[in-house]
């Protein structure tokens, strides 16, 4: 691993020269904070009429196969951005759904129950924190507490400590902590970079022409550069942080650059 502020800033250049007309490209993003910013309210963050237009217009391209990776529920995924062609991941890769697969992780389908035991634990143990809420995601448990003022989250997360020996006790659940918010997932080899792959090879068959770039700020978004190694694997926003990514951006903002940049060269190409 790297640190991120090591990496090369990816140019518009670089970018572009990744592009062939004649190879199909595989354009995985995450959403939150990568291609929106991050929000007090989860529920506000939308994709710009801009960018909802630059995304539609290159999904449509013939070759190019766009994904959007979230730890979000593919359901809210799909009606927040409501994008017909564009490939769909939920929940940290448990959920998929593009033109050519549709998946949901069985193993986590099978934790649903677990899932909701602790969601009514940690409901009673954590109610006396304002500004936290859980979100229960059926195959994850999202414990938000970007709300939550600042003098109260070391309090906040020693009673989630408390609580995480017993959730991860019989190794059928994880816990992991992101960005102000703490994750309840099913132990499964399975992630992001797997669920990307397997869109990969649903479109790729002989897994040797696409071009496949990722860009991500989550740590769970650190398995999926860590999957495509020699790809171009970008890291947006975190400058302090140890990745697996090859190139990094400075925040959302870029990002919409290069897809901006990306679709004028692709009609360029074309006229
Ligand atoms: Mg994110």
Redesign the pocket.
């Known amino acids: 691993m790297k640190t991120a502020s090591s990496l090369p800033v990816l140019t518009c250049q670089a970018f572009l020269n990744h592009y062939q007309a004649d190879s199909p490209l595989h354009l995985c993003s ?5 291609l929106v910013p991050f929000q007090a309210d989860p529920k506000a963050c939308q994709l710009s009429p801009r960018q909802a237009d630059t995304l539609t217009a290159l999904a449509a391209l013939p070759g190019v196969h766009i994904t959007i990776v ?1 730890g979000r529920t593919l359901l809210d995924l799909q009606n927040r951005l409501g994008i017909t062609g564009l490939g769909y991941v939920g929940n940290h890769g448990l959920e998929i759904a593009t033109e050519s697969l549709n998946f949901v992780h069985p193993g986590a389908v099978a934790m649903t129950t677990k899932l909701a035991h602790w969601q009514a634990i940690l409901q009673d143990k954590l109610h006396h924190f304002s500004g936290v809420w859980i979100e229960n995601k059926t195959l994850s448990l999202s414990i938000h507490y970007r709300n939550l003022p600042e003098h109260r989250r070391q309090e906040f997360l020693s009673v989630v400590e408390e609580c995480s020996s017993a959730i991860t006790q019989e190794r059928q659940l994880l816990i992991s902590a992101a ?1 102000l918010v703490v994750e309840i997932r099913p132990n499964l080899a399975w992630t992001k970079g797997s669920a990307i792959q397997a869109i990969n090879d649903s479109i790729d068959a002989d897994r040797s022409k696409a071009r496949r770039v990722y860009f ?3 740590i769970s ?1 650190e398995d999926a550069f860590a999957q495509w190694p020699d790809d171009l694997t970008v890291l947006v926003g975190e400058a302090n942080r140890l990745t697996h990514a090859n190139y990094r951006l400075s925040d959302y903002l870029e990002t919409h650059r290069l897809l901006d940049a990306l679709l004028k060269r692709v009609h360029l190409f074309r006229h």
């Open positions: 995450d959403f939150d904070g990568t979230s960005k991500g700020d989550d978004d």
